[in-house]
């Protein structure tokens, strides 16, 4: 069973052929997937949460409806109403969950935020956001009461684990309406349209400033594709994404889908630097069933001894955030049995191209399209590619699919660029095989130009992956003077490797031999560490400002 409303019900799941949502008039995840699910099977396990001590909390359905609905009475006592913005910085910790189910109830308009941010970047989103709220915890308080300062933003602060001069305190007001016999209950909320502002993601800003990602209350129906069909998710599975709470990722993987589907959300408490030491374990203590995390974990967790730990429990495997190198699958399916399904999307969509069960689509493509979307490959005047071409991923508005991003708030000039002719552009560059499935290229910025050919830095990246002494890889192109750009690739070398002159060359010919002898990197430096993202994405552009500064290879 799962919480799917009846216009969703005809053809669903599968053939996929037959797949479709059709998106009712008034929705809310809040009323329609947990009190739902609450009222028909509340002892149900909807979250287990651990922590690095070992502390462990488990909440059920019917626990999520009594939490959220005293954080909507708290929310409501301090003035939230409907449409209001409100940023919400906490790390992985249950009040997380409370809040945005109460937001979403209350048809305020969440924003989930890192809490790696500086005061700085938080000053930064006050600004552009115009929140009437924020909630955090004891630990960022300092850099959210700097960040008031900076921005000269007049925004309300509530605190959810202690008592703040000024601030409003959750456990305090918590305990005040637990007191209270009968506990008061919050008003009913107006009902929300499908169409109306649900939750605004700040994109990663690898290139520029963060934009905001407008979804609307039709976005966790979206999510169907990405927890049901592709994360392969029944009621009685336990999954687990290894994802920060300020990342449209938790929303894939740790709120929306899962619980539609009625399967349990595992969260680990990771506080500090990640040891990816730690994640095994987990997988065998907990039973963990269905699992995902980003291509940057799962390079770190085939260098453990995986074979030692018995994950008989584990069942599906996936992964999305940035392509994932075939050597990687083939080692994770070596040491685990299991095969590593990719998928891709962006913050601006859900799941919109993936390896979904029974398409077995090769090892290193990103999949094919999901069901319901259209999507093309075009050239820079927006005709479509031929078969094995390099193109632009497009993704078709009419009709316009459910999971797809309402626009970039406040920001025409970007929605003039990204939506052109009936189409979406993700800047993101792919081509597609006779079988529909499609093998990622590079964003737009990345790929390559040298003496006049064309080169995808992740088909090298891949190559370079294979030689037993490279832990990651990252490629870009490095000005020369006389081809225009030559490419360069960054290795950080796994324990026991030390730089060479004849490592880089074997490195070298390994490209030339997988690729073609055009690919290959005419230059390598090797480095400790890789510039990435607080999300974990390798920032190529960091790398090619640095070889535009050092006016290239020398």
């Known amino acids: 069973m799962s919480f799917i409303p009846e216009e969703i019900k005809s053809g669903y799941p599968s053939p996929y052929a037959?797949?479709?949502?059709?998106?009712?008039?008034?929705?809310?995840?809040?009323?329609?997937?947990?009190?739902?699910?609450?009222?028909?099977?509340?002892?149900?396990?909807?979250?287990?949460?651990?922590?690095?001590?070992?502390?462990?909390?488990?909440?059920?359905?019917?626990?999520?409806?009594?939490?959220?609905?005293?954080?909507l009475k708290i929310l409501q006592d301090r003035g939230i109403r409907k449409g209001d913005r409100v940023l919400i910085l906490l790390p992985r910790i249950p009040a997380w969950w409370f809040f945005i189910i109460a937001l979403i109830k209350l048809g305020a308009v969440y924003s989930p935020a890192p809490t790696m941010l500086t005061s700085k970047d938080i000053s930064y989103r006050l600004i552009t956001g115009?929140?009437?709220?924020?909630?955090?915890?004891?630990?960022?308080?300092?850099?959210?009461?700097?960040?008031?300062?900076?921005?000269?933003?007049?925004?309300?602060?509530?605190?959810?684990?202690?008592?703040?001069?000024?601030?409003?305190?959750?456990?305090?007001?918590?305990?005040?309406?637990?007191?209270?016999?009968?506990?008061?209950?919050?008003?009913?909320?107006?009902?929300?349209?499908?169409?109306?502002?649900?939750?605004?993601?700040?994109?990663?800003?690898?290139?520029?400033?963060?934009k905001m990602v407008?979804?609307?209350?039709?976005?966790?129906?979206?999510?169907?594709?990405?927890?049901?069909?592709?994360?392969?998710?029944?009621?009685?599975?336990?999954h687990f994404t290894i994802s920060d709470t300020g990342w449209a990722k938790s929303a894939w993987g740790s709120l929306f889908g899962q619980w539609i589907e009625g399967a349990a959300v595992f969260i680990y408490d990771i506080r500090g630097k990640f040891d990816p030491a730690e994640i095994p374990p987990l997988l065998v203590k907990y039973r963990i069933t269905t699992f995902c995390c980003p291509p940057t974990i799962y390079r770190m967790l085939v260098l453990l001894g995986l074979e030692r730990f018995d994950l008989s429990a584990l069942r599906y495997c996936v992964s999305a955030?940035?392509?994932?190198?075939?050597?990687?699958?083939?080692?994770?399916?070596?040491?685990?049995?299991?095969?590593?399904?990719?998928?891709?999307?962006?913050?601006?969509t859900?799941?919109?191209?993936?390896?979904?069960?029974?398409?077995?689509?090769?090892?290193?493509?990103?999949?094919?399209?999901?069901?319901?979307?259209?999507?093309?490959?075009?050239?820079?005047?927006?005709?479509?590619?031929g078969i094995s071409r390099e193109g632009r991923i497009a993704i078709s508005t009419d009709p316009r699919p459910t999971g797809l991003f309402a626009g970039y708030l406040e920001n025409e000039a970007a929605d003039k660029k990204s939506f052109v002719g009936g189409w979406y552009y993700t800047d993101d560059k792919a081509?597609?095989?006779?079988?529909?499935?499609?093998?990622?290229?590079?964003?737009?910025?990345?790929?390559?130009?040298?003496?006049?050919?064309?080169?995808?830095?992740f088909e090298v990246e891949s190559a370079l992956m294979e030689h037993p002494a490279v832990a990651e890889a990252a490629v870009v192109g490095s000005p020369d003077p006389v081809r225009g750009q030559i490419v360069k690739a960054f290795i950080v070398l796994?324990?026991?490797?030390?730089?060479?002159?004849?490592?880089?060359?074997?490195?070298?010919e390994l490209v030339k031999r997988l690729t073609a002898p055009y690919k290959y990197p005419r230059s390598i430096e090797f480095t400790g560490t890789l510039p990435k993202?607080?999300?974990?994405?390798?920032?190529?552009?960091?790398?090619?400002?640095?070889?535009?500064?050092?006016?290239?290879?020398?």
């Not at 700097?146 to 202690?162: K, P």
């Not at 039709?218 to 592709?230: C, D, F, K, N, V």
């Not at 993202?533 to 020398?554: C, D, F, M, P, Y």
Request: net charge negative; proline share 8%; glycine share 8%.
């Open 214 to 238: 407008l979804h609307p209350h039709s976005y966790p129906l979206g999510h169907i594709i990405t927890a049901r069909l592709w994360q392969d998710l029944k009621p009685s599975d336990l």
């Open 18 to 71: 037959d797949f479709s949502i059709q998106v009712p008039e008034y929705y809310n995840f809040g009323f329609d997937v947990i009190d739902r699910w609450a009222e028909k099977d509340p002892a149900h396990t909807a979250l287990l949460w651990v922590n690095q001590e070992g502390e462990k909390k488990r909440f059920t359905f019917a626990d999520l409806k009594i939490e959220s609905d005293l954080a």
């Open 533 to 554: 993202t607080i999300s974990g994405k390798i920032r190529r552009n960091v790398l090619r400002e640095q070889e535009l500064h050092k006016g290239g290879a020398q």
């Open 494 to 508: 796994k324990p026991g490797f030390m730089p060479s002159d004849s490592l880089a060359r074997d490195l070298q």
């Open 321 to 348: 955030g940035e392509p994932l190198n075939p050597e990687v699958i083939r080692v994770w399916k070596e040491k685990t049995g299991l095969v590593i399904h990719e998928g891709y999307g962006q913050t601006e």
């Open 431 to 457: 081509a597609m095989d006779d079988e529909g499935n499609f093998w990622y290229i590079g964003r737009d910025d990345d790929v390559i130009k040298a003496s006049g050919y064309r080169i995808g830095p």
């Open 350 to 385: 859900v799941l919109c191209i993936g390896d979904l069960p029974g398409m077995n689509c090769p090892p290193g493509s990103m999949g094919r399209a999901a069901p319901g979307w259209h999507i093309a490959l075009h050239d820079k005047e927006g005709k479509p590619v």
């Open 130 to 210: 115009k929140f009437a709220l924020i909630i955090t915890d004891s630990e960022n308080a300092p850099k959210v009461s700097l960040a008031r300062v900076e921005s000269l933003a007049e925004v309300s602060c509530m605190v959810v684990n202690g008592e703040l001069p000024g601030w409003t305190s959750y456990p305090a007001e918590r305990a005040t309406l637990q007191q209270q016999s009968p506990v008061p209950r919050p008003t009913r909320p107006e009902k929300t349209k499908a169409t109306d502002p649900l939750v605004i993601f700040f994109t990663s800003g690898t290139t520029g400033n963060p």
